[in-house]
């Protein structure tokens, strides 16, 4: 599969002109023969790609004891600050991709944002041991998930990665879905392949 989707990628570039800003390459999966209706099909898991995103997913930390985080840190005064505004709390959902927190801070999460992070699937990860090395496996990761519809799209890079270091993202991310379908490989349909402002390429599989 290697050199196929190595062309596939490079065709993906070809097909896209270039932009004053980086343009992400995302995965499109199309799912056959799969129920979304079915609750044991619905999943939503955090994948660290084996190469990284290009550059660096939005994490932040709710705690008071961990200190030198390379990552945005809020307190329980923030949290209790942030309680009273909807506004900021749906602002900083929205340019955040994800929420780790310490554990003794979760029943004020919980409390006071829960009702606008739960129902978009971002209530935080429990921090456990080293706080630095979750930070940065995921700022390395994306969410893989099936809800309503048979589809699975996620970044596997950006346009100035090493092509190799892509097609090693994609590869992963394909390994990873097919290993969470009940027929595996099977439930694998349509592949594509775009940039962001660029047209879909099919990817072999």
Known sequence: MTEKTLATIKEAREKTKKRNFSQSFDLIISLKEFDTKKAENKFSEDFILPHGRGDGASVVVFADSIKNLDCTTLT?????????????VKKLIAKTDFFLAEPKLMPAIGKSLGQLLAPRGMMPKLISDDAKSMVDNYKKSVKIKVKD???????????DMDDKKI???IDAVLSFVE?????????IGKVLLKLTMGKPVKVEV
């Not at 329980?76 to 506004?87: A, G, V």
């Not at 048979?150 to 346009?159: A, E």
């Open 76 to 88: 329980s005064e923030d949290i209790n600050n942030l309680s009273k505004n909807k506004r900021e």
């Open 149 to 159: 519809a048979p589809v699975i799209q996620c970044l596997v890079g950006k346009d």
């Open 167 to 169: 097609e090693e993202n």
């Open 179 to 187: 290993s969470k379908l009940p027929k595996k490989k099977y439930n």
